[in-house]
């Protein structure tokens, strides 16, 4: 099941806001700890599966991306493969 583009969004904005927000925090002699290291990568994971996701919402689902693909001529695994990049 597919969660809805509203999460998604969520999903991506709060793990980028999280990410910058760990890091605005460090002064410049700071090292990155372990438990940040893992927090930051366990982030991006978030961010880039939500992200994936939200794209393929907006192109195969809304009005929107049915447009560009009837401009573009794109078929699904194209709109997979432009998400994926």
Do not use: Q, W
Not at 14 to 43: F, H, K, N, Q, Y
Not at 57 to 85: C, P, Q, W
């Amino acid at each position: 099941m597919v969660p809805p583009a509203s999460l998604l969004l969520i999903l991506v904005l709060g793990s980028i806001g999280m990410a910058t927000g760990s890091l605005l925090v460090l002064v410049p002699e700071d090292r990155i700890s372990l438990t940040r290291g893992v927090c930051l990568c366990l982030l991006g994971l978030v961010f880039f599966v939500s992200l994936f996701g939200l794209l393929n919402h907006v192109a195969l689902r809304t009005s929107v991306g049915h447009m560009f693909r009837k401009k573009y001529e794109l078929t699904l695994a194209e709109v997979l493969d432009i998400s994926n990049k």
